[in-house]
């Protein structure tokens, strides 16, 4: 056997609730973080992302209790982004039971953080992650922010690989031009990520059917990001996870112990 | 009552709940006494192998698993927890390497992998009589780590493969360690857990 590819869900987290239309039959209350964070192990899920929309610092104080609540209650990896700028911010996830951090923004307006979160903590903890969409470049794909509105004036095959050499210990790849459309991940730029980038790529946008999420991983991704397919229930973790498992894809099939 | 030696190094509060899912007491320390005396004692690690030695000597913390293998008392090393058991590591060193606690006279050194850090979930190989893995041999296992061990040591071992072969764990007497982390291993590691409380 070898590595298995990781199924992670992406939760949007603010005020110490789960939000962004959510969708589960069997939950009695879809906004509970730890609730949410239980079902999602109980289905397969490999990881989880909390991704902090928060508008205001209070509301950030309620995350750190949001990831210290799921930490000490689902025992698998947990990763905390959104509204990072300094190690400090880093330490006090961690603190609060995050295994992994992800920055974006934070990192394109100051490339350094990644080398001061990476000599701190170790690269192991840092997750780059980088909203992309295609674009006149020499690569042809370029960096953006603010959810895919404005060019960030960053080639992202060049951002790849600076934030590789700066310390990133995993690049999330979110297509911008995908993202929503449930019309397949964006599988040149996966292609051409992998490529030039030695550290675990998690991909993410677009993904819609099972076909889909079998396609990313051959273009090179270890790992599958999807937020609405699953809260939507469009498709259950186990059942993508079964498809790739009929298709051949080592998956994670711990059985009951 | 388990003890986990506190050094500065992760996050331990997350790991203290997963132990005590087992139903033992479970307390997180840096006092000597109590990390010598506990009935079982883990040695978490998150970082690099040196900064982890750092923090380790700093608690007296060499000592006090020199001192516990040689008293034969129960002992879990976890990722850079259990690499720094080890002679010494090869991490961020141009040539020389970092001194460990020395239980077991082998390297730890970086895998031959096209992608590391190894990351995610893995299955592992058992050879010899495990009681850690009882139960558990079809189970995968989450690991986070670029560097490893590869020469067996210890009565019994588990193996893993990432571009290379590598020791995943390591039972020897009352010292056991996991190069994955048991406390994020969903069900597989809150069992493992179990059956290593259950030898104490």
Not at chain 1, 45 to 51: G, P, Y
Not at chain 1, 68 to 80: G, N, S, Y
Not at chain 2, 145 to 150: D, E, L, T, V
Not at chain 2, 159 to 171: D, I, N, P, Q, Y
Request: hydrophobic share 45%; aromatic share 6%.
């Amino acid at each position: 056997m070898a590595l298995s590819i990781r199924i992670i869900p992406c939760l949007d987290v603010t005020d110490g609730r789960v939000v962004k239309g959510v969708n589960f039959t069997d939950l009695v209350d879809a906004g509970d973080p730890v609730e949410m964070a239980s079902l999602y192990n109980a289905e397969g899920a490999d990881e989880l992302t909390f991704l902090d929309i928060s508008a205001s610092s209070s509301d950030r104080e309620m995350t750190l209790d949001v990831v210290r609540k799921t930490a000490e209650q689902v025992f698998i990896p947990l990763t905390v982004g959104g509204g990072i700028r300094t190690v400090e911010d880093v330490d006090r996830l961690l603190r609060a039971g995050a295994d992994k951090v992800s920055i974006n923004t934070s990192a394109i307006a100051r490339p350094e953080l990644i080398a001061e979160i990476a000599d701190r903590f170790g690269s192991q903890v840092l997750v780059i992650s980088i909203d992309a969409r295609r674009a006149r470049t020499e690569s042809g794909f370029e960096v953006t922010t603010h959810g895919g509105r404005q060019s960030a004036g960053l080639d992202a095959l060049a951002w790849v690989e600076k934030a590789c050499t700066l310390g990133a210990g995993e690049i999330l790849l979110n297509s911008m031009d995908a993202d929503g459309t449930r019309a397949g991940y964006d599988i040149g730029m996966i292609t051409a990520v992998r490529a030039i980038s030695k550290v675990p790529l998690i991909a993410s946008g677009g993904a819609g059917s099972l076909e889909d999420f079998a396609a990313a991983l051959d273009a090179g991704a270890d790992a599958l990001l999807a937020a609405s397919v699953f809260h939507f229930g469009v498709h259950r973790i186990s059942d993508v996870k079964k498809y790739l498992s009929a298709q051949g894809y080592s998956i994670r099939t711990n059985t009951a112990v | 009552m388990i003890a986990i030696l506190d050094y500065g190094s992760g996050n331990l509060r997350s790991a203290q709940r997963a132990f005590e899912r087992s139903g033992a007491k479970v307390v997180v320390t840096s006092d000597r006494d109590v990390a010598l005396n506990a009935a079982g004692l883990v040695v978490p690690g998150v970082g690099a192998f040196a900064a982890c030695m750092r923090g380790l000597i700093k608690v007296g913390g060499d000592e006090i698993v020199r001192a516990r293998v040689a008293q034969q008392r129960p002992t879990l090393g976890i990722c850079v927890g259990m690499q720094i058991f080890f002679r010494d590591g090869d991490e961020h060193t141009n040539g020389e390497l970092h001194k460990g606690v020395g239980v077991w006279q082998e390297s730890v050194s970086k895998m031959k992998a096209p992608i590391l850090p190894h990351m995610g979930w893995n299955t592992v190989s058992i050879t010899g009589e495990s009681n850690l893995f009882n139960g558990l041999n079809d189970q995968s296992f989450y690991f986070v780590h670029s560097y490893a061990a590869k020469a067996p040591v210890g009565a019994a071992q588990a193996w893993t493969t990432h571009g290379e072969k590598f020791l995943s764990a390591v039972e020897d007497g009352a010292i056991c360690a996991t190069q994955f982390h048991p406390e994020k291993s969903g069900d597989a590691g809150l069992a493992l857990i179990k059956n290593w409380v259950a030898m104490l």
